[in-house]
Nanobody, 122 residues
Framework: QVQLVESGGGLVQAGGSLRLSCAASGRTFGSFAIGWFRQAPGKEREFVAAISTYDGNRYYADSVKARFTSSEDNAKNTVYLQMNSLIFEDTAVYYC???????????????WGQGTQVTVSA
C-alpha cells in the first residue's frame, strides 16, 4: 500500500503561484507513478499531470502544460506540483494518487491523498 499526504493548497490571486506537496510512504519511492487530479464543484475529476518516480518521465494536461510543473524529491519521498500563472478556472480540490503506470485515467490509480483546496480569486 501507499499512503499519500497532501499539503500546500490555499487562496491565491490570479496570476500567483502555489506549490502542492504529496508525501508518500508505505512503498519504495521510485516504484510507482503519481498522478495529479483536480475536481471543481459540480464538475468531474480531471487529470492534471503525472510523474513517474522511477524514471522522472512526466506529462501534463493541455490546460496546464505551460504553467504547471511536477517534480520529485527522492530523499523526501515527496512529489511536488508547482503551479504558476494561476487562473480562476484552476480553482478546485487537488488530489495526488499513486499507481503503477504513467496514465491519466483516474480509475487506474489505486491510492489517493485526502485532497487540498486551491482557490484562485479573480
Amino acid at each position: 500500500q501507499v499512503q499519500l499526504v497532501e499539503s500546500g493548497g490555499g487562496l491565491v490571486q490570479a496570476g500567483g503561484s502555489l506549490r502542492l506537496s504529496c508525501a508518500a510512504s508505505g512503498r519504495t519511492f521510485g516504484s510507482f507513478a503519481i498522478g495529479w487530479f483536480r475536481q471543481a464543484p459540480g464538475k468531474e475529476r480531471e487529470f492534471v499531470a503525472a510523474i513517474s518516480t522511477y524514471d522522472g518521465n512526466r506529462y501534463y494536461a493541455d490546460s496546464v502544460k505551460a504553467r504547471f510543473t511536477s517534480s520529485e524529491d527522492n530523499a523526501k519521498n515527496t512529489v511536488y506540483l508547482q503551479m504558476n500563472s494561476l487562473i480562476f478556472e484552476d480553482t478546485a480540490v487537488y488530489y495526488c494518487a499513486a499507481g503503477d503506470g504513467l496514465v491519466q485515467r483516474s480509475y487506474e490509480y489505486d491510492y489517493w491523498g485526502q485532497g487540498t483546496q486551491v482557490t484562485v480569486s479573480a
